[in-house]
């Protein structure tokens, strides 16, 4: 029977099943990173995007097809996270306007809204990229407006342009010579794709997502979330998530040789499941470690990661505690307060001993979403709030949070930690706000940022052949050095940075690295460059060995 018109119960089922097969597929994504280093979270950032924006959707009383619009725009918005995850946003605040009031559309009516997606889009980024996500969607809204002149069956004209999808995305590394060397396509392009392809399979009838059980509403130990904890947490980090997929070597057996692994590693310790699904709850100081632990056994999905110390003080700041909370409402608002995104809890303090009001946890592999920004900056009591994001996948979504934001928000562009401490160090409240804008803006400058990790594929760059597991380092996002060891890794590294006008050099060694190991190669600098101050502190990020600072 032929589809000419989509209602809202049927866009409800579209996105919904659009959120489920992006997260099913999230990890293909995800090895599409360009660099061969164990962030790549295109997949990850989008589909949490997405699953924001079904948790919105599945609120929704009316069966009307502009409020489910609104509710997906409203949900994508809020959960938006990484470069990716704003762009998808953007599209659906687009598309969710030119289908305002609608109570059913027909696929010309559809192609008009995919269009208008797509100028928002392009709009909200300020130099937009052709090979990306937005090429992808271009071409695709633009073909779409062509092919609802002779499809109006809404089966076959997405049979047809998500053919265009394809084709388009086959295409991005003719257009960015990054992809092309690296030998990918462009994974938010491909993203898109598979949220494309998820509303195809609901129109189809082939997807049977409603009837599966939302994990987080399954997962043992849940309760313990809001638990009052006590002052002195051992372990700081509530570490939840699920394996599916597993490889076919894992057997029940396995399961506890993993529960064992853990108790090494943490305590409150979850492992339940079968072959097909394993739970898993534990309290570590190390995060990273966990999910690395856990990747051997197969893919990882539904990731949730508490900084319990953090959730304790909210707790003590909250009403229940009635002499801190006065204590708290009495505090005098300041003109201008700082909020910084930081992983890891050496980096963590020495951001708020540097005079960050507002520690948001995240960065590599963990972007906060538009909405946990938005949460940092309220708990902030000032006119006026600085953002440092601290990483380039991360400024986008300060800059969308700062436009819906009721307080005034200044995001300086940050795209390390070292030029957010940096930018934190020239901080000076005793300026306009422009003056402390200029005076960080120009702190970050005059930073390099090099970062010691491991590849997680074969690649190559710049000419440089890379092998799965080697040492990699980087200066300023650009892979420099390769090798088989850390320490060699490491102090290479530093002298691809160094030059006549460094003055200090300093190192933040990662949560895998012991502080004899990261003092041996402290020392090492400073033998090697004598003239220069060498600093060394624990940072605690996951992934990373070593992040360098050079000014």
Do not use: W
Not at 102 to 125: I, M, N, P, R
Not at 349 to 375: A, Y
Not at 503 to 519: K, M, P, Q, R
């Amino acid at each position: 029977m032929i589809q000419e018109f989509i209602n809202g119960d049927i866009m409800k089922e579209m996105i919904l099943s659009s959120a489920h097969f992006l997260d099913k597929n999230k990890q293909a994504v995800d090895a599409l990173n360009v660099f061969p280093v164990p962030d790549g979270d295109t997949g990850t950032n989008m589909a949490m995007t997405m699953m924001a924006a079904a948790k919105e959707v599945q609120s929704v009383g009316s069966s009307s097809l502009g409020d489910i619009a609104e509710a997906l725009s409203k949900g994508a918005l809020k959960g938006a996270r990484g470069n990716s995850g704003v762009i998808l946003s953007q599209l659906f605040r687009g598309f969710a306007r030119s289908l305002k009031d609608q109570e059913k559309v027909s696929t010309a009516k559809y192609a008009e809204a995919l269009q208008a997606g797509v100028d928002t889009a392009y709009k909200a980024v300020m130099k937009p990229v052709e090979g990306t996500i937005l090429t992808v969607a271009r071409v695709t809204a633009e073909e779409a407006k062509k092919i609802a002149r002779i499809k109006k069956d809404f089966v076959e004209f997405y049979d047809e342009i998500i053919k265009v999808a394809k084709k388009t995305l086959d295409k991005t590394p003719e257009l960015l010579p990054v992809l092309r060397q690296a030998g990918v396509v462009d994974s938010g392009g491909m993203g898109l794709l598979y949220i494309m392809i998820g509303a195809s399979r609901a129109l189809k009838g082939e997807t049977d997502f409603i009837s599966e059980q939302r994990p987080e509403e399954t997962f043992p130990g849940r309760e313990m979330a809001g638990a009052r904890v006590e002052a002195d947490i051992r372990f700081g980090y509530c570490t939840e998530f699920f394996i599916k997929n597993l490889h076919p070597h894992v057997d029940k057996s396995d399961i506890e040789k993993l529960k064992e692994k853990l108790e090494k590693l943490g305590d409150s310790i979850v492992v339940v499941g079968d072959e097909d699904l394993i739970k898993v709850h534990v309290h570590s100081n190390m995060p990273g470690k966990i999910l690395q632990l856990a990747l051997r056994f197969g893919e990882l999905s539904n990731i949730k990661i508490d900084n319990m110390r953090e959730q304790h003080r909210h707790l003590d700041e909250s009403p229940d505690n009635p002499g801190l909370a006065q204590e708290k409402a009495e505090e005098p608002e300041k003109d201008y307060g700082v909020v910084a995104v930081a992983m890891g809890e050496g980096l963590s303090s020495i951001f708020r001993d540097l005079g960050v009001d507002s520690i948001i946890e995240g960065g590599q592999t963990m972007n906060p979403s538009i909405d946990d920004i938005l949460k940092g900056v309220e708990k902030v009591k000032a006119r006026e709030v600085f953002i440092l994001p601290n990483n380039s996948n991360i400024i986008l979504s300060a800059n969308q949070a700062r436009e819906i934001s009721n307080k005034k928000i200044h995001v300086i562009p940050t795209k390390s930690i070292p030029q957010g401490i940096a930018a934190m160090v020239a901080f000076n409240p005793e300026l306009d706000a422009s003056g402390i804008s200029e005076r960080m803006t120009d702190a970050i400058s005059r930073v390099k940022t090099g970062q010691v990790t491991y590849a997680v594929r074969d690649s190559v760059f710049n000419d440089i052949e890379i092998k799965k597991g080697n040492i990699i380092g980087l200066v300023n996002g650009e892979i420099k050095v390769v090798g088989q060891e850390i320490p060699d890794v490491t102090e290479r590294l530093v002298d691809e940075m160094v030059d006549s006008e460094s003055e200090i050099v300093t190192l933040f060694y990662g949560e895998e690295v012991s502080a004899e190991d990261a003092e041996r190669i402290t020392d090492f600098i400073s033998d090697r460059y004598p003239d220069l101050d060498v600093e060394l502190y624990s940072g605690g990020q996951p992934l990373y060995y070593y992040i360098i600072s050079v000014e």
